[in-house]
């Protein structure tokens, strides 16, 4: 893919400053990492703020942050790239597009993968699961470091709720350009329907569409509850946001300062949580007071029996399947 003229512009000049810089950084033993984003939402924007303030402190001064938000170096696909290189040092993007770097990231696509909010966190605060996932990109020259919730895709419908899954029998419901989404409504007993985002809303007021899924935000922020009425708590997806470093920027800090930044990025990943879980609360009360849907939870147990053929065909992935696994056998111990 051709990069944007300003993006190699932005990657040559990064890349002389970094080489020029270099001897003067061991020199003085201070570093400055480059961390940028694409468009966030406000309490992973506030983590990642939190985290340079955080590892400013911990380091004693020796490690500042300087900021490059809301897509100015492009999409998470080219921040990835970005990345690689050690144009950036540091940046977060969704688990969803990880997949496309290391298999065992696709693994968090799966539907109905945790029992609940409670077992996702478990599973994504576990190292012993973890970190053969954040390692498994290191030959690309980063690593994983930490992770953000995302929060949950539920459905949402406009003539009536999703109780069951035979609710879903024949309804068209629109999803993102997935296979693994297209499966899962497949499974479901729905009729998918692929339509980018900016259309649904028109879709669900003409009836074209009989619901859609996502997070709770679609419902008030892109106002979706103005033509649905019924929001259905089945959490079908919890897809992390992944916390990314470069190697090569991780490796040549000191052990004092690499403890400095794991130190605040699990503390802005408590940070984020926290306010994450207060955002949701919010906009679950919006939907219920200022939009009039109905909000209803489910038992996901039949759901996850009818997405298992999916997991039937995981098993010709042995890694991915190892992962699954693991992720399953946490849920049994609460």
Partial sequence: MTKPAHTKAFLAATLTAL????????????VNIKLAYAQNSQPVKDALAKFGSLVEEK?????????FPDSQLGGESELVELLQTGAIDM??????????????????????????????????SNPDIMNDVYQSTKDQGFVGVGWYD??????????????EVSDLEGKKIRV??????????????????????????TALQQGILDGAENNEFALTAARHGEVVNYYTLDGHTRIP?????????LSS??????????SAIDESIQFQLEQWSQSVEEARKSIKDDFNVEINEVDISPFQDAVQPMYDDLKSHPEQYSLYQKIKNTSSNH
Avoid at 59 to 67: D, F, H, K
Avoid at 183 to 190: F, R
Avoid at 241 to 249: G, K, V
């Fill in 91 to 124: 940046t977060k993007v969704s688990g969803g597009l990880m997949g496309s770097f290391s298999p065992l990231y696709s693994v968090f696509s799966m539907p109905y993968l945790f029992d609940g909010e409670r077992h996702f966190h478990d599973v994504m």
């Fill in 176 to 201: 993102m350009q997935s296979e693994k989404a297209v499966n899962t409504m497949k499974l479901l007993g729905a009729s998918p329907v692929v339509m980018s985002q900016e259309e649904v809303y």
């Fill in 59 to 67: 380091s004693g001064g020796s490690i500042s942050v300087t900021y």
């Fill in 19 to 30: 080489s020029l810089g270099a001897s003067a950084v061991h020199a003085e033993n201070n």
């Fill in 150 to 163: 995302s929060g949950q895709r539920n459905f949402y419908t406009t003539d009536e709720p999703i109780h």
């Fill in 253 to 262: 800090l000191t052990d004092p300062q690499r403890e400095a930044v794991m």
């Fill in 241 to 249: 946001d992944i916390i990314l470093f470069n190697s090569n920027t």
